[in-house]
């Protein structure tokens, strides 16, 4: 290619980018219950009137699935777009060596490289190390926190220091007034602001709605006699605050060109009150409650007909789905572990994304096989479920349906076996209590321990 054809296409294609390309945001929403969004349950108690629209505008996706059940490997999945247990990111960080590997493209690598404007919101858990932040793995901007947690209000323990929690612009602690999520929201308008004529990518994910259980006096006030009242104006803030990320796209008129994900990093925990009702079991856990996880792709111009897809499905296609969007997938020659989701949002492609989905940490694995589910448990055995017929996990099959169990676990040895050893682990007192909940649902009953403090000695 001549030199002024370089020019031609250097002077040229970012115009022409911005004209057809979408804008992506994914809300990355933090332990955050299956059954806790209008969307996603009508008898929902919690008021979640933003993020029901988005749901209108776009696909509910009842059966998908995060690739952990836990933060940090969750996230390491869906920003590689590869089982995270392939490169060691199997467990959350337990040391500040912890980081993800630095060999591993990320999504925002990707879209950099596609003259896209990148920036991150909030959590990170990917690597507290300069090399493993977020700047390093393809963020121009990062207004958010290392850690795994924090507080909602400014912490003067931690605020302001060099402390894995202090609140950063790109690698510099900052100060900052009033509550985290609508700050996180604040800051975003203002990235869509500054960008809004050109192609932006953002990962919005507050820590909303993790413990700490901290909201505003307002919030609460508006729930006072609800009987789960903090959890209830926690929402309340997440949902004001993706609805005001909403409205600036809308004044724009960016929205309907906005491609746009929203799901939360693993299932509600019992920690913070949340309700994945009917699914069984809850965060850290092989049970749907797990890893099955509020779902919705949004993407007003290129979706007709909004409707729910209960297709299996995982956080893993957001990678291909984000490449597709931009054009870019069929000359992506990295192996990746999901589909693009484009094909079947438009209904041009009518099979499922998946027919088997696979997960591991550590001692605990489950598999899904189109309607059935396998869970094998490190000392506990196995069990396994026709989630069709019971998606409340509650009567096993492992032992009427010997074949069925034979053949899913083999299938789970041999993809396994594709994986590496996991980099770190969890510390022991974790193990124990993720072991225990798994024997209290194997045999479903009532858990009798959700933290190590409830530990006996
Ligand atoms: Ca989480």
Not at 72 to 81: D, E, F, K
Not at 89 to 96: Q, R, V, Y
Not at 284 to 289: A, D, K, R, S
Request: net charge neutral; charged share 25%; hydrophobic share 35%.
């Amino acid at each position: 290619m001549s030199y002024i054809g370089v020019k031609y296409i250097l002077c040229f294609n970012p115009i022409m980018a911005n004209e057809n390309k979408p804008n992506i945001i994914i809300f990355l929403i933090d332990d955050a219950g299956y059954a806790d969004f209008g969307f996603n349950n009508c008898n929902c108690d919690l008021k979640t009137p933003y993020i029901d629209f988005l749901a209108r505008d776009g696909l509910v996706f009842t059966d998908a699935h995060v690739s952990s059940t836990v933060s940090g490997p969750s996230r390491a999945g869906l920003i590689t777009g590869k089982n995270q247990q392939s490169f060691g990111f199997e467990c959350n960080p337990s040391s500040l060596d912890c980081g993800l590997d630095l060999k591993e493209i990320t999504l925002a690598n990707e879209m950099k490289k596609a003259n896209y404007k990148t920036a991150l919101f909030g959590k990170w858990h990917l690597g507290i190390k300069p090399q493993f932040r977020p700047n390093m793995r393809g963020f121009d901007f990062f207004y958010g926190f290392l850690s795994g947690g924090r507080n909602y209000f400014f912490n003067k323990n931690y605020d302001c220091t060099e402390n894995e929690n202090a609140l950063r612009l790109n690698g510099k602690p900052v100060s900052f007034k009033g509550y985290l999520t609508d700050e996180l929201s604040n800051k975003c308008i203002e990235f869509i602001e500054k960008n809004k004529k050109e192609n932006f990518f953002i990962i919005w994910a507050p820590n909303a709605v993790h413990t700490p259980m901290e909201a505003k006096d307002e919030d609460l006030l508006l729930f006072k006699d609800h009987p789960r009242k903090k959890l209830a104006a926690m929402t309340w803030a997440l949902d004001r605050a993706i609805g005001k990320i909403i409205l600036k796209l809308q004044k724009e008129n960016l929205y309907n060109n906005t491609l746009i994900f929203f799901l939360s990093d693993n299932g509600g925990s019992p920690e913070n009150d949340s309700s994945n009702f009917p699914l069984k079991g809850f965060k850290g856990n092989e049970f749907e409650g797990g890893h099955r996880v509020p779902f919705i792709v949004s993407w007003p111009s290129k979706i007709r007909y909004p409707f729910k897809f209960s297709r299996l499905t995982s956080s893993l296609d957001i990678f291909p789905t984000c490449l597709d969007a931009v054009d870019k997938l069929k000359t992506y020659n990295i192996q990746l572990d999901g589909v693009s989701l484009i094909p079947f949002l438009q209904e041009t492609e009518k099979g499922s994304p998946h027919n088997r989905l696979y997960w591991r940490k550590d001692f605990t694995f489950s598999m899904r096989h189109d309607n059935m589910k396998l869970i094998k448990v490190k000392d506990l055995g196995c069990r396994l479920y026709n989630l069709n017929a019971d998606l409340g996990e509650k009567n096993d099959l492992s032992q009427e349906e010997r074949n069925i169990l034979n053949g899913m676990i083999h299938d789970l040895e041999i993809w396994s076996d594709l994986m590496i050893k996991p980099l770190w682990t969890e510390d022991t007192k974790w193990n124990d209590v993720t072991w225990l909940i798994h024997r209290d649902l194997f045999n479903n009953k009532q858990i009798t321990v959700k933290n190590p403090d409830e530990l006996e000695n």
